[in-house]
């Protein structure tokens, strides 16, 4: 079979046509309060904003929030590789050059398709996109109309468009203080944190059905996961995403040993999984804060 064909072949077999996942997500504690605060804004005509650090649940709780309402998700990560046309769209240069600079050449963005459709559009990380391409969004959440200048045209919004964005903490490397222009467009803030330690672990156990660890062992992973969020050495500590890596890492380890993890295990594994995921505060040796949180999380 030649590569292009291959190629074709395997397209089709994984391209995704029609999103029919659901958004797992532990409705409780404070995501059971956020989910129900963010309901409150929506039907109040009130976008919100959500702030919370890096792998706290927010993108979650904003699909499931979505999928519960029927309502379409498009989505940014905010970056300084963001530029109004990520938002709004552009021409596509090979149909200019056939039909010219009109609307049949004209390839929307997500925030536009959002805007039209009548679908939720979710700012990630929006305190990572530089001042201008935030200004663009401005008449929009606003005024309910959105400049398309490609088109030289304004449009309105669909009456059932909603928007949400979400923030990291302010200290973290790389975000930027929101403009007040922006910000004053979000009406209703909601704040999430990482969960307490009973709803992570069934957090871990719903997304790792497989997991064949014990509860007390898979206590001291997450004991070893909140030790990181609370070290002052470490400025990006452990997210959802990581415990639930570390968690399959372990269990696999165990899996093939045949044996129950031991103190051992916890560190080998977690020196894999947690070096590069975790930031250190310079001149630290992350090896020797890990070994030292995983001493303390067994002789809690």
């Known amino acids: 079979m030649k590569p292009i064909t291959e190629f074709k072949t395997k397209f089709e077999q994984h391209q995704i046509i029609e999103e029919t996942t659901t958004t797992p997500l532990i409705m409780e504690g404070q995501y059971q309060r956020a989910y129900e605060n963010l309901l409150d804004a929506y039907h109040a005509g009130l976008y919100a904003g959500i702030v919370g650090p890096v792998g706290s649940g927010k993108t979650a709780l904003c699909r499931k929030f979505a999928e519960d309402h029927s309502l379409g998700f498009s989505w940014v990560t905010f970056s300084d590789l963001i530029r109004p046309s990520s938002l709004i769209g552009t021409f596509d240069p090979t149909l200019v050059f056939k039909v010219g600079y009109n609307i049949?050449?004209?390839?929307?963005?997500?925030?536009?398709?959002?805007?039209?459709?009548?679908?939720?559009?979710?700012?990630?990380?929006?305190?990572?996109?530089?001042?201008?391409?935030?200004?663009?969004?401005?008449?929009?959440?606003?005024?309910?109309?959105?400049y398309i200048p490609q088109l030289k045209s304004w449009i309105t919004l669909d009456e059932n468009f909603y928007f949400i964005a979400s923030m990291n903490p302010s200290d973290l490397r790389g975000t930027r203080v929101l403009p007040e222009a922006f910000k004053d467009r979000i009406r209703v803030w909601i704040t999430l944190d990482y969960p307490d330690k009973e709803v992570e672990k069934k957090i871990i156990r719903m997304n790792c059905p497989e997991l064949e660890i014990t509860d007390e062992d898979l206590m001291t992973l997450i004991e070893i996961v909140s030790q990181t969020r609370q070290s002052p050495v470490i400025s990006k500590p452990a997210s959802i995403r990581t415990s639930i890596g570390f968690a399959k890492m372990l269990g696999e380890r165990c899996r093939r040993l045949q044996i129950s993890p031991t103190k051992e295990i916890f560190k080998d594994v977690g020196q894999l999984v947690l070096t590069q995921s975790l930031e250190f505060s310079p001149g630290i040796t992350p090896d020797n804060v890990l070994n030292e949180i995983i001493e303390r999380a067994f002789h809690k």
Not at 118 to 134: C, H, T
Request: hydrophobic share 45%.
């Open 104 to 146: 049949d050449a004209f390839i929307p963005g997500p925030f536009t398709l959002a805007s039209i459709e009548g679908n939720i559009f979710f700012a990630n990380e929006v305190n990572r996109g530089e001042e201008y391409v935030l200004n663009t969004l401005l008449d929009a959440l606003e005024e309910k109309r959105l």
